[in-house]
């Protein structure tokens, strides 16, 4: 069983910074890619950011150059660093992890960008 815990979501201002945590557990082996997905009310889940076992990337238009992914292997762990945070940035976060024998999701953290 895989499980995959977030933390690190919270209410900022405009131009504020957070930083997002995901742990994976469980029965992991073979990993593909480690990332996050936001939901935002009455619209689509969205790729924000994911990073893959060779260290390549891949961001949102709108993520890019405010956030950061990166990865400790060695934890099982994936960072998002959001800098200048916008309000379009709320959202509901969702880590996701890509196994060979499946995908994973997070329950959720909230981020909510006052303006």
């Known amino acids: 069983q895989v499980r995959l815990v977030e933390s690190g979501g919270g209410l900022v201002q405009a131009g504020g910074s957070l930083r997002l945590s995901c742990v994976a557990s469980?029965?992991?082996?073979?990993?593909?890619?480690m990332g996050w997905y936001r939901q935002a009310p009455g619209k689509q889940r969205e790729l924000v950011a994911k990073i893959r076992t060779d260290s390549s990337t891949n961001y949102a238009d709108s993520a890019k150059g405010r956030f950061t992914i990166s990865r400790d292997n060695a934890k099982n762990t994936v960072y998002l660093q959001m800098n200048s945070l916008k309000p379009d940035d709320t959202a509901v976060y969702y880590c996701?992890?890509?196994?060979?024998?499946?995908?994973?999701w997070g329950q959720g953290t909230q981020v909510t960008v006052s303006s």
């Open positions: 469980g029965s992991i082996s073979s990993i593909s890619s």
């Open positions: 996701n992890l890509l196994l060979l024998t499946g995908v994973y």
